[in-house]
T-cell receptor, first 114, second 109 residues
Framework: DAGVTQSPTHLIKTRGQQVTLRCSPK?????VSWYQQALGQGPQFIFQ???????QRGNFPDRFSGHQFPNYSSELNVNALLLGDSALYLC?????????????FGPGTRLTVT | DAKTTQPTSMDCAEGRAANLPCNHS???????VYWYRQIHSQGPQYIIH???NNETNEMASLIITEDRKSSTLILPHATLRDTAVYYC??????????FGTGTSLTVIP
């Protein structure tokens, strides 16, 4: 059983560009959450998708947007990249209707903005 | 506002038990306590979680105080591979995780 997978592993972009990161949840999971982790800090919640809708959102600007597909996979889009967007982007999947169910994290995508 | 307080760092001798404390005094009644760890630049790894009762699995034990305001993660026989940052996270089912700064555990040979 494949766990959470993310692509690409690493990415280098220039300021002002746009980027799309992808996530496939663990088999059977219906909920996908995205987190940003800057160097030396804990992960920060960006947003969560369930049934192809954004269910929760953290304190991130509208430059950060996402999408969930019918097969539960998800994309994170970031427009007008800033140097401060350089970070490890983590995807986590879960089952929303299972009380107390844990989240499973992917290996992350390392984004560098130059 | 911080939801949890954890020691910044701890050392543990290889083969000994590692006891990692966490204070979550503002936890609400329906929030679980989740523990995750993160080895350098990898995705966080789920360890264990609980609501009220103590829990044990193949990785660790979780002790939650009766008032639920604090908990302790116990790694019974620490190995070098347990060196990581450990996060204690109170959260409702399906809700976002607030990771905080965690405890950097170093297992010493």
């Amino acid at each position: 059983d494949a766990g959470v997978t993310q692509s690409p592993t690493h990415l280098i972009k220039t300021r002002g560009q746009q980027v799309t990161l992808r996530c496939s949840p663990k088999s059977g999971h219906d909920t996908v959450s995205w987190y940003q982790q800057a160097l030396g800090q804990g992960p920060q919640f960006i947003f969560q998708y369930y049934e192809e809708e954004e269910r929760q959102r953290g304190n991130f600007p509208d430059r950060f947007s996402g999408h969930q597909f019918p097969n539960y996979s998800s994309e994170l889009n970031v427009n007008a990249l800033l140097l401060g967007d350089s970070a490890l982007y983590l995807c986590a999947s879960s089952l929303l209707d299972r009380d107390g169910y844990e989240q499973y994290f992917g290996p992350g995508t390392r984004l560098t903005v130059t | 506002d911080a939801k949890t307080t954890q020691p910044t760092s701890m050392d543990c001798a290889e083969g000994r038990a590692a006891n990692l404390p966490c204070n979550h005094s503002t936890i609400s009644g329906n929030e679980y306590v989740y523990w995750y760890r993160q080895i350098h630049s990898q995705g966080p790894q789920y360890i264990i979680h609980g609501l009220k009762n103590n829990e044990t699995n193949e990785m660790a034990s979780l002790i939650i105080t009766e008032d639920r305001k604090s908990s302790t993660l116990i790694l019974p026989h620490a190995t070098l591979r347990d060196t990581a940052v450990y996060y204690c996270i109170p959260a409702n089912t399906g809700n976002q995780f607030y990771f905080g700064t965690g405890t950097s555990l170093t297992v010493i040979p």
